[in-house]
């Protein structure tokens, strides 16, 4: 019955160190999952943050360029879209989030 107590023994150290040997085997994915996240995911959060500024920040007058790229100037703001003027008398009403940046001013003049 002896042989049977070391063998129980023997399978117990065993377990012990393959325990560590997953811990080792998982380290790869969390090392990617901490490298995906400050390389993708961070970044485009503080992107969209800083996007959504600029749209809560748009004002009448303010000279813009929206995602399609038309370029115009700002007529009147409501909630959720904008009337952008693109050439005399020509007024176009888009969605506020379309907006992409905001041009300093006198830039469309140059156009």
């Not at 007058?61 to 959720?80: F, L």
């Not at 888009?94 to 003049?109: D, F, N, Q």
Request: aromatic fraction near 8%; hydrophobic fraction near 50%.
């Amino acid at each position: 019955m002896s042989f049977f107590i070391s063998d129980a023994l023997a399978q117990g150290e065993v377990a012990a160190a393959s325990a560590g040997d997953s811990f080792i085997a998982l380290l790869p994915l969390v090392l990617f999952a901490v490298v995906f996240y400050f390389l993708l995911i961070r970044p485009q959060a503080k992107r969209q943050k800083e996007h959504q500024k600029m749209v809560a920040a748009l004002a009448k007058g303010d000279e813009v360029i929206t995602v399609g790229g038309i370029a115009g100037r700002i007529n009147e703001i409501g909630e959720n879209f904008i009337l952008v003027e693109i050439a005399d008398g020509v007024q176009v009403k888009v969605r506020r989030a379309t907006i992409e940046s905001v041009l300093p001013k006198g830039t469309l003049k140059e156009l």
